[in-house]
Nanobody, 120 residues
Framework: QVQLVESGGGLVQPGGSLRLSCAAS????????MGWYRQAPGKQRELVAA???????NYADSVKGRFTISRDNAKNTVYLQMNSLKPEDTAVYYC??????????????WGQGTQVTVSS
């Protein structure tokens, strides 16, 4: 069984910062790409940022220069540092990862989501 557990969401004022964390646990052999998605009310889920096992990154145009994705392979954890937050960043943020388990073959996993609200 593999789980992704997110933390770090909350309420922040415009211009503020938050750091999201997502830790993978369970019967893990290897983790490939990890990423963060978000879904605002009434909108489709969208990719925010992704990072490969080798450290290559990809960002949505709307967050470039403000958000930074990173990972600690030893801890099976991915982070999303969010700076200069805007009200339009308000959404539920979901962690996603491609994981090969020791029992289960390569599978895409989702976390439960963490709410980020940017408001004054």
């Amino acid at each position: 069984q593999v789980q992704l557990v997110e933390s770090g969401g909350g309420l922040v004022q415009p211009g503020g910062s938050l750091r999201l964390s997502c830790a993978a646990s369970g019967s893990i052999f290897s983790i490939y790409a990890m990423g963060w998605y978000r879904q605002a009310p009434g909108k489709q889920r969208e990719l925010v940022a992704a990072i490969t096992s080798g450290g290559s990154t990809n960002y949505a145009d709307s967050v470039k220069g403000r958000f930074t994705i990173s990972r600690d392979n030893a801890k099976n954890t991915v982070y999303l540092q969010m700076n200069s937050l805007k009200p339009e960043d308000t959404a539920v943020y979901y962690c996603n990862a491609d994981i090969v388990g020791t029992v289960v073959a390569g599978t895409n996993y989702w976390g439960q989501g963490t709410q980020v609200t940017v408001s004054s």
